[in-house]
């Protein structure tokens, strides 16, 4: 099939290269020429694992095209993908100003029947919104040409996008058009063998969908962390409650890790603008409110479990930082904890040396300017002449450390680890202080 994806972020290049290796002829427009050129070149503007390979792999084989030719993208595909950014607007609404451009693109230079598919994360109502912008677009060309409005929401995670894209959980579809969901159906037939994974709905529900299942992982998320935080008062272990409660198959084991907040660029974003969409239909949505604060407050406890260690005065010390980007296997740090960590430090006048596995050039671009940053090339330089370690992101290489170097080389025996990495007891007999997440007298 025909497929055209306007906007090559993270979902929008994953979805183009998944469907062209399965053998779709997709062509993939961005207005940024720059990374247009490099993705032929076979530079990709992310890191993601199996993401390169498939892209060049693709690219060679002529499935998968690049073009920053707008006109060139809507001729080519019957099915046309919105895969563009949504960023949080100053109150944190989804910001549809480059949803609405593409749907004015694509009205433009129609000249055939298209299925056009919302894959960016959108607030719903936006696919009627899509659809107003086409329809109005279309009556001022004064041309009658057949198109349908579908959400068709990306569920894949970073770090995993590839696997997720190509062995989907669930392909929701959003449209009660039956022509739409035939369409569909082919265009996703390679990844449903086995068993059904399509589900078909109102487009709606399909749009509600997304923003519930991302607010619902962030709901577990936080109320494990609130649960951390009553361990930690009670002297409990949230460990073992975690243990306790996910053998429970209705609670299962899934999204139930305590950690200092969670970060990316969708359950921060999400909670919020679906906070935004239920203020702007007069409900207060009280549970997602808490999750949000809760998070909040999490984010804070690295510094904090830090600023009781040294009685409140961390000017003049040094920080050794493991993990900068908001998880494992990605180079993004989009509100992750470790930024708020290290704003914290700064402004209490300590300094930072951070190591992290890949977003080291992401940090240097954010903060290259800050005074009291240092960059090191490893986990283990980052501790020399550091007073303390503090593990922001569970990276399997800082899962079993030499404690025996981090002893020598740490000026104070201490660690503040902010996924539950270590063993409070091992560190206990070996005189740390060790300051985890809900792990109950564990300093
Ligand atoms: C998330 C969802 O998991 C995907 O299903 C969704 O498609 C995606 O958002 C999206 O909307 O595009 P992602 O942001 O890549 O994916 O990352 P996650 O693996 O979900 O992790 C998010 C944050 O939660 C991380 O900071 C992680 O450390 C934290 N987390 C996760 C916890 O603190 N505890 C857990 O048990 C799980």
Redesign the pocket.
Known sequence: MKVTVFGIGYVGLVQAAVLASVGHDVMCVDIDANKIENLKKGIIPIYEPGLTPLVEETYQSGMLKFTTNPEEGVSHGQIQFIAVGTPPDEDGSADLKYVLAVAETIASYMDSPKVIIDKS?VPVGTADKVSAKVASVLASRKVDIDYDVVSNP?????GAAVGDCMKPDRIVVGTENENSRKVMRELYAPFNRNHDRMIFMDVRSAELTKYA??CM?ATK?SFMNEMSNLAELLGADIEAVRHGIGSDSRIGYQ???P?CG??????PK?VQALIRTANGIDYQPSILEAVEKVNYAQKQKLFENLNDYFDGDLAGKTVAVWGLS??PKTDDMREASSIELMKALWKAGAKVQAYDPEAMEECQRIFGAQQGLDLVGTKESALKGADALVVCTEWSQFRAPDFDLIEAMLNHKVIVDGRNLYDPQLLKDRGFAYYGIGRGDSV
């Open positions: 994360t990306e569920f894949l995670k970073e299942a991302n992982l998320i999204f139930i890790y950690g969670y970060g990316g660029s969708c359950f999400d908001f998880k």
